[in-house]
Every structure is written in C-alpha cells, then in structure tokens.
C-alpha cells in the first residue's frame, strides 16, 4: 500500500506536495517567484507552509507535514501557521506561498494576525496564492481527465485577488500586488528536460492570471 502524502489537522489540508525538482519547467518558475520575493526581504526571514521548496534567504521555515523538511537545505520546523511557535516581532519578513486555500476560511484571519505578531513594525509579509479563474479550471479538468494529476485536495477552493488582498489589508499596508501567469502553465508539469527551455516564453506571456502575488508591510 503507498504511503499517505496528505492529512487533515484541525481542518488544514497538509501534505507532501508536488517534487518541484521533477518538473524542470516549474523548478525554473519557483526561482524566478523567489526572485521576485528576494526585492522584499529583510531581516530575518520565516517561511510558513514551504512544502517542498523554501526560498534560499530563508533563516527558517514552518510546515504542517513534519517530513516536508526533508525536502530543504534551510532549518526548518513542524508547526501550525495558525499558532506560530515564534516570539513577537522575531522576524523582518514573512513569506507564504500558495497555502492559504489550504486552511478553512474562518481560520485564515489568524495566519495573518500570527504573521503580524511575529514581524517587527515595518516588517513585510510576501504572499503568493493560486487565483481561481476559467483558465485554471480547464487546464486542471484536462489533466485530470488525462490523468497527469492526482487526488484534488484542494477543498475549499482558491482565494480570488480581493480575497487575497483584503486578508492581507485587516492587518499590514498593502505595498505591492499584481498577478502571474501564463499560458504555458500547463507545461509546468511535464517532466521532460526540454519543458525548461519553455522558461522564457512562460516569462514573456504573463497574461493568463494563475497566481496573485502580494506584499504587507507591517505598520509602524
Ligand atoms: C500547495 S502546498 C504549497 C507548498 C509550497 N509553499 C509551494 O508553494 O510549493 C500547501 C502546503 O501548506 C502546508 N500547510 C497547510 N496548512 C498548514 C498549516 N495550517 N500550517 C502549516 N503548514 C500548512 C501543507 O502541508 C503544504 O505543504
């Protein structure tokens, strides 16, 4: 029998998620999104949620599948995002990406406050989240129908952009947001070394929303 990948804690989806590495096109993507992460960093910096990626500048990160810290060079501990085992203002940055539709709802006001707590003033969250839309459900219905994608665990569906923006508003100035994607998303899974050479194209076609990518600075 193979071995579980997901679970439900609390009502959060945790799990063992895609191997990045396995998927050249995709690994390229997450360098450029850490790229794009790295204009606002400072201080110390906390990861929530990593799976099985963590950005390079991360001092430490935080996952809800302990065995997900296998998948990292950087420190890393089990946790839950919605009760962060951190001191007040530890932190000079926090960064989530694509977890937030992970945890039910009424709960994902608290990974905001827990965010806050843990940022010193002035500090930045940085949020990437998946953005719900017509391009996203067709590319995912054909490959579930292909069968290129396993079991959906995503339950309780994506935030759309103002979802995304008015959690991070309750508790940070909203300093930067824009989205993300591409047409060739749908390459992102393939496994072929050719698929990284799409690197470029994906790049220059960033028209078809996939991701909604914001930045929170902590009042001072
Ligand atoms: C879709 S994966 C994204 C992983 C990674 N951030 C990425 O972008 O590839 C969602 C991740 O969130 C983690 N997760 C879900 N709820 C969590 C919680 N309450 N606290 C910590 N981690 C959580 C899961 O274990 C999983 O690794």
């Known amino acids: 029998m193979s071995e579980a990948t997901w679970d439900v ?27 794009l992460i790295s204009e606002n960093l400072s201080g110390r910096t906390l990861e929530i949620a990593f799976g099985q990626h963590m950005h390079p500048a991360a001092d430490v ?22 009760s962060l085992p951190f001191e007040d203002a530890a932190f000079g940055t926090v960064v989530g990406r694509r977890f937030l539709h992970h945890v039910p709802p009424e709960d ?26 017509l391009y996203r459900r067709l590319t995912k219905g054909v490959a579930f129908r292909l069968g290129l994608l396993e079991e959906d665990t995503d339950i309780y569906g994506h935030l759309s952009e103002a979802d995304v923006y008015e959690l991070v508003a309750r508790e940070f100035d909203v ?24 690197h470029e194209a994906y790049r220059r076609t960033q028209f078809v929303k996939w991701w909604t990518f914001v930045v929170g600075e902590k009042p001072a």
């Not at 990160?61 to 919605?82: H, I, K, M, Y």
């Not at 006001?109 to 839309?133: C, D």
């Open 108 to 133: 994902r006001p608290r990974i905001l406050s827990e965010a806050a707590r843990v940022l010193e003033p002035g500090g930045r969250i940085v949020l990437l989240e998946g953005t719900p839309g």
């Open 61 to 82: 990160g935080l996952e809800g599948w302990p065995s997900n810290a296998q998948c990292v060079s950087n420190p890393a501990v089990a946790g839950d995002a919605r």
């Open 9 to 35: 804690q609390d009502g959060a989806i945790v799990e063992q998620p895609r191997e990045i590495r396995r998927h050249p096109l995709l690994a390229r993507i997450y360098r450029h999104h850490d790229a």
């Open 175 to 198: 300093v930067a947001k824009r989205t993300l994607g591409s047409p060739l998303m749908v390459a992102s899974i393939a496994e072929s070394d050719l698929s990284k050479h799409l």
